[in-house]
């Protein structure tokens, strides 16, 4: 069994930063990517950011220059650091994590931003 919970949401004006965590507890050997989707208010949920355990990034085109993925293995933990917010970014965000081909989903976690 893996556990993921995601941390760091809020309510920031736009313009403004927000670091998004998810720590991974339990069996985590064997995870292989993770990353960070969204889902906004009425619309499908969105892949915003990966990163293999290799440690490759990718970025969905809307992010790119303002969010920044990065997993810490000693930690177990993966982040996101999003700056120059704007209110598109708004939704709950969800940390993910693949082991022997099975996705595992956090609770996720709201984030809003107000223009």
């Known amino acids: 069994q893996v556990q993921l919970v995601e941390s760091g949401g809020g309510l920031v004006q736009a313009g403004g930063s927000l670091r998004l965590s998810c720590a991974a507890s339990g069996s985590i050997f064997s995870i292989n990517g993770m990353g960070w989707y969204r889902q906004a208010p009425g619309k499908q949920r969105e892949l915003v950011a990966t990163?293999?355990?290799?440690?490759?990034?990718d970025y969905v085109d809307s992010v790119k220059g303002r969010f920044t993925i990065s997993r810490v293995n000693a930690k177990n933990t993966l982040y996101l650091q999003m700056n120059s917010l704007k209110p598109e970014d708004t939704g709950v965000y969800y940390c993910?994590?693949?082991?022997?081909?099975?996705?595992?989903w956090g609770q996720g976690t709201q984030v809003t931003v107000s223009s």
């Open positions: 993910y994590a693949v082991r022997y081909g099975s996705t595992l």
């Open positions: 990163c293999t355990s290799g440690g490759s990034t």
